[in-house]
């Protein structure tokens, strides 16, 4: 089945600095997305990224499906940024397979 | 609208003992979906209900069920607990599967601990 590796495990940020974290994927996927896992365990929708780029304030995502990665990004990071970002890959019947995440904290 | 609604938030159960979690989606919204989180094994994909039919399960013995109910209500049931099924269960709804892309919306997670 379809591999998701995210990287890097953890990243911790002062409170101003910019991010990048890495989807790598194993085969051709459909419907690539980010997720955000608040401290309160919701799951939120970030982006719906299979290919190109994307832009939703200070966060943006970029998949490049040929080369099997996509790539999230966060400038000006707050506090409010914190968590675990996921990406995952959507199969048939709406089965996700997820990313292990990567856990970032911003610092004040 | 009002989200995805999962109750009970928390949850303490013993081994043997049976479980039911239920999930309420947003409204007018058709598929709903359950995962497992656990720390060693991550987000793991559970099954798929859209219009009271299974259309999806993922890798997970037969103690896991689930069903649908004609107002698009979900509930999962986990029966003969295991230390193993403790983990932050995680409901997600959408409007369907087909084109457009529906995006997923997820509940805040029933919190399951068996001891």
């Known amino acids: 089945g379809i591999q998701v590796e995210q990287s890097p495990p953890d990243l911790i940020l002062q409170e101003g600095a910019n991010s990048t974290l890495r989807c790598n994927f194993s085969?051709?996927?459909?419907?690539l997305q980010w997720f955000h896992q608040n401290p309160w365990g919701q799951l939120i929708n970030l982006f719906y990224?299979?290919?190109g780029t994307k832009q939703n304030g200070r966060l943006s995502a970029t998949t490049v499906a040929t080369e099997r990665y996509s790539l999230l990004y966060i400038s000006s990071s707050q506090t409010t940024d914190s968590g675990v970002y996921f990406c995952?890959?959507?199969?048939?019947?709406?089965?996700?397979?997820f990313g292990s995440g990567t856990q970032l904290t911003v610092l004040p | 609208k009002a989200g995805v609604t999962q109750t009970p938030r928390y949850l303490i159960k013993t081994r043997g003992q049976q479980v039911t979690l239920s999930c309420s989606p947003i409204?007018?919204?058709?598929?709903v979906s359950w995962y497992q989180q656990t720390p060693g094994q991550g987000l793991q994909f559970l099954f798929e209900?859209?219009?009271?039919?299974?259309?999806n399960k993922g890798n997970f013995p037969g103690r896991f069920s689930g069903r649908q109910f004609s107002n698009s209500r979900s509930e999962m049931n986990v029966s003969t607990l295991e230390l193993g099924d403790s983990a932050l269960y995680l409901c997600?709804?959408?409007?369907?599967?087909?084109?457009?892309?529906?995006?997923?919306?997820f509940g805040n997670g029933t919190r399951l601990t068996v001891t």
């Open positions: 997600a709804s959408s409007l369907s599967q087909d084109p457009p892309y529906s995006p997923l919306h």
């Open positions: 085969d051709s996927v459909n419907n």
């Open positions: 990224i299979p290919s």
């Open positions: 995952a890959s959507e199969g048939s019947a709406r089965q996700l397979t």
């Open positions: 409204s007018g919204h058709r598929s």
């Open positions: 209900y859209f219009s009271e039919t299974q259309r």
